[in-house]
């Protein structure tokens, strides 16, 4: 079948759903031609600890779960979500945060306008999965590095990253 194309009559023989994914060049569909909030690309890590971690501070400490994603666009956002195994050995309960690199990006400063996550303790020994979602602009096309922070409100506080529970990040580019 032969594709014509003509001043009178236009473009004739194309009909719909003759064009398929085979037809287009690679690289024909670029992220910059896809609309503002669509996904550019999905990135995720899955971690299972051999053995516990434990944290008694105040100051934020990585926790080592972490995944990297390079935007496409500096007007990219990063949508970040992290799933935790959890066990809180405290009556105090801990903050849970995201980093990009070594800077915090949502601290549990509510009156600042972040969004920390706090696990709320039930009794002397509490196990919460934990489920945190954080939306960065980061403003970079330079692979850029997210990981889960974690605190806790005293030094009293012990927090334990479950050993074989499943903890993950997964990283969402959205068009900006």
Same mark, same amino acid.
Request: aromatic share 8%; with cysteine.
């Given at each position: 079948?032969?594709?014509?194309?003509?001043?009178?009559?236009?473009?004739?023989?194309?009909?719909? /759903?003759?064009?398929?994914?085979?037809?287009?060049?690679?690289?024909?569909?670029? *992220?910059?031609?896809?609309?503002?909030?669509?996904?550019?690309?999905?990135?995720?890590?899955?971690?299972?600890?051999?053995?516990? *971690? $434990?944290? &008694?501070?105040?100051?934020?400490?990585?926790?080592? @779960?972490?995944? &990297?994603?390079?935007?496409?666009?500096?007007?990219?956002?990063?949508?970040?979500?992290?799933?935790?195994?959890?066990?809180?050995?405290?009556?105090?309960?801990?903050?849970?945060?995201?980093?990009?690199?070594?800077?915090?990006?949502?601290?549990?400063?509510?009156?600042?306008?972040?969004? /920390? %996550?706090?696990?709320?303790?039930? /009794?002397?020994?509490?196990?919460?999965?934990? %489920?945190?979602?954080?939306?960065?602009?980061?403003?970079?096309?330079? $692979?850029?590095?997210?990981?889960?922070?974690?605190?806790?409100?005293?030094?009293?506080?012990? @927090? &334990?990253? %479950?050993?074989?529970?499943?903890? *993950? @990040?997964?990283? @969402?580019?959205?068009?900006?």
């Amino acid at each position: 079948m032969a594709l014509e194309l003509n001043g009178t009559t236009g473009v004739s023989l194309v009909q719909d /759903g003759v064009v398929t994914a085979a037809d287009l060049a690679a690289g024909a569909i670029t *992220s910059s031609a896809l609309p503002e909030g669509s996904v550019l690309q999905v990135v995720s890590e899955y971690f299972e600890p051999t053995s516990q *971690s $434990a944290y &008694t501070t105040t100051t934020f400490t990585d926790t080592g @779960i972490s995944a &990297t994603i390079t935007p496409t666009s500096t007007s990219s956002k990063i949508l970040c979500i992290g799933d935790l195994g959890m066990i809180l050995y405290s009556a105090s309960a801990p903050i849970l945060c995201f980093a990009r690199g070594t800077s915090v990006i949502n601290d549990g400063a509510f009156s600042a306008g972040q969004y /920390g %996550h706090y696990l709320y303790n039930q /009794g002397a020994s509490t196990y919460g999965p934990v %489920h945190m979602t954080f939306l960065d602009t980061p403003n970079t096309t330079s $692979a850029t590095e997210y990981s889960v922070y974690i605190r806790g409100q005293t030094t009293a506080s012990a @927090i &334990t990253v %479950h050993a074989g529970s499943a903890n *993950s @990040i997964t990283l @969402i580019e959205i068009a900006g």
